[in-house]
């Protein structure tokens, strides 16, 4: 099956024992892992109930000791094993004699490139449990998954700017959900996404876009900003445009300075993005950037920072 199939049938409640997830998309064998733990696993007891292994490092005899240990607080267990095709044949024969009577409490999931389909694993898998294909999307499947992924975020993004970004960013769908996410946070609080938010946070090349300049200044790092800056400008960039987005990477900096505790990244998203019932996870991992970026500046350097700006935005806009 493929990918959209296996999630309808996660969706559907319908897991099977084991999966080979075969194919060189690793992005999506990512996200499919990802949803499947979070259909089976309680976050609570993660640690007791899932596992990940190489068959590079160890036997199939442990795969099966760890399969057939019972679920804690939980339905299942989930056990992750990457490079199954690097089994000598002995272990492959091994895991393929569980697999004629699998463990139900628990979902053993085999990771994958090329695998050669005569094997007895490759056909146990098959037989008693699932294979899931994970292979480069086509040209328009990748139209189709850039519009969910923005859609899932509450945007939707204008045809032009689409086919923009995917002629910037390529077929790689790593590199395009970096993009993505820089383009809900860069657009925020607006709907759709124009080509000419694509051209601002992408840039023409590797190394000129704002998001690269924003996190130049998050390191207090003025020798990668500075250049970046000037192919800003050389490329049109309006001075005032970049100058509104430093002012608010030094105000909230400084917001986040000036809390005496502690913050949790949920404050920190409120800080940055204004106060919502839900942040997106790339949305957190960007506030602990924040908050280790707030700990390179004294409380003095941010507020001086800021008082600069202000007087050189005025300055800006009388000329």
Not at 83 to 111: F, H, M
Not at 161 to 187: S, V, W
Request: net charge negative; charged share 30%.
């Amino acid at each position: 099956m493929k990918y959209q199939q296996f999630l309808r049938e996660l969706e559907a409640g319908r897991i099977a024992p084991a999966y080979l997830f075969e194919g060189e998309e690793d992005y999506l064998k990512e996200e499919a892992l990802k949803k499947l733990k979070e259909r089976i696993i309680l976050p609570d007891y993660e640690d007791f109930n899932y596992e990940k292994l190489s068959a590079l490092d160890v036997p199939a005899t442990q795969i099966i000791e760890s399969v057939s240990t019972l679920p804690l607080k939980g339905p299942h267990r989930l056990v992750v094993v990457d490079a199954v095709d690097k089994w000598s044949e002995k272990d492959q024969r091994t895991l393929a004699s569980y697999l004629e009577n699998p463990v139900k409490s628990s979902c053993l999931i085999g990771l994958t490139g090329k695998f050669d389909r005569r094997r007895k694993l490759y056909q146990e898998f098959q037989k008693n449990g699932k294979i899931v294909s994970f292979y480069p999307l086509w040209d328009e499947e990748i139209i189709d998954w850039v519009q969910q992924r923005i859609r899932k975020e509450g945007k939707e993004i204008d045809p032009e700017a689409l086919i923009y970004l995917k002629e910037r960013i390529g077929n790689d769908l790593h590199n395009l959900n970096q993009e993505i996410e820089k383009l809900i946070i860069f657009t925020h609080p607006a709907r759709i996404i124009k080509k000419e938010d694509v051209e601002k946070v992408a840039g023409e090349g590797k190394g000129v876009g704002v998001f690269d300049l924003m996190g130049a200044i998050r390191e207090k790092d003025l020798a990668r900003a500075l250049p970046i800056l000037s192919q800003l400008l050389e490329r049109g960039e309006p001075p005032l445009r970049i100058h509104s987005l430093i002012v608010h990477e030094v105000r909230s900096l400084l917001r986040i300075k000036e809390k005496k505790r502690g913050l949790s990244p949920q404050e920190v998203c409120s800080i940055i993005f204004g106060p919502r019932n839900y942040y997106p996870g790339f949305y957190t991992d960007l506030a602990n950037h924040y908050l280790q970026a707030a700990k390179k500046f004294s409380l003095s350097e941010l507020i001086t920072d800021y008082e600069d700006l202000v007087e050189a935005e005025a300055s800006i806009k009388t000329g």
